[in-house]
């Protein structure tokens, strides 16, 4: 079955700086990816689909980007409310399988 | 408001049946699927399957024969049912707005709207 794959299981980085989160597909998906934040007790939120369009509201400090079956999620000049948990999702096919997360945290 | 409204906590047997609720506010229901997610106690993300406006679904394979979804169109609301729980079916259950349908077809952006989340719990 189609596997998601994200790195690092968890990425330590100081407020303001970048983080970049990765996301590999075991095969060919097109952009067909979506990612996903989401904080303790809450709802995942959705970021960004199709790889790289922002969702409605999503400050532009998030961007998405992708390289055949590599996808990117970067978070520029993090901020206090970014430090999370985020998810990649493929919706090529069914399943829309999850990666298994990026914990970010603060170093 | 566009939101989802999830059913209550649940505590279940063994063996039993749940059924988890998400009503739909605030938009037009029969032009959005459902989405139903869960989430084990420290774990990740899983993903259970999917109801469209018109009521057919794809459900995740190590769900098959256990689950089905359902809509009442006339209250705006989705079910998932989960039957014979074992304790590895703890989890919190989500429903989402997925795929933007209309005219017979589906396009998808993204799962944009989320349920507050129910938890269910299956111990003896």
């Known amino acids: 079955e189609m596997e998601m794959t994200q790195s690092p299981a968890t990425l330590s980085v100081s407020p303001g700086e970048r983080g970049t989160l990765s996301c590999r597909a075991s095969?060919?998906?097109?952009?067909?990816v979506a990612w996903y934040q989401q904080k303790p007790g809450q709802a995942p939120r959705l970021l960004i689909y199709?790889?790289?369009t922002r969702a409605n509201g999503i400050p532009a400090r998030f961007s998405g980007s992708a390289s055949g079956t590599e996808f990117t999620l970067t978070i520029n000049s993090l901020q206090a409310e970014d430090f999370a948990v985020y998810y990649c999702?493929?919706?090529?096919?069914?399943?829309?399988?999850f990666g298994g997360g990026t914990k970010v945290e603060v170093k | 408001q566009v939101q989802l409204v999830q059913s209550g906590a649940e505590v279940k047997k063994p063996g039993a049946s749940v059924q988890v609720s998400c009503r739909a506010l605030?938009?037009?229901?029969?032009?959005?699927?459902i989405t139903w997610v869960r989430q084990a106690p420290g774990q990740g993300l899983e993903w259970m399957g999917w109801?469209?406006?018109?009521?057919?679904?794809v459900y995740a394979q190590n769900l098959q024969g256990r689950v089905t979804m359902t809509l009442d169109t006339s209250t705006t609301t989705a079910y998932m049912e989960l039957r014979s729980v074992a304790s590895d079916d703890t989890a919190v259950y989500f429903c989402?707005?997925?795929?933007?349908?209309?005219?017979?077809?589906?396009?998808?952006?993204?799962?944009?709207?989320w349920g507050q989340g129910t938890a269910v719990t299956v111990s003896s």
């Open positions: 989402g707005r997925s795929n933007y349908c209309s005219g017979g077809g589906c396009a998808n952006y993204g799962t944009d709207v």
């Open positions: 605030g938009y037009s229901f029969i032009n959005y699927g």
């Open positions: 999702q493929k919706y090529d096919h069914w399943p829309h399988t």
């Open positions: 095969q060919n998906i097109g952009n067909y």
């Open positions: 109801i469209n406006p018109y009521g057919g679904t």
């Open positions: 199709a790889a790289s």
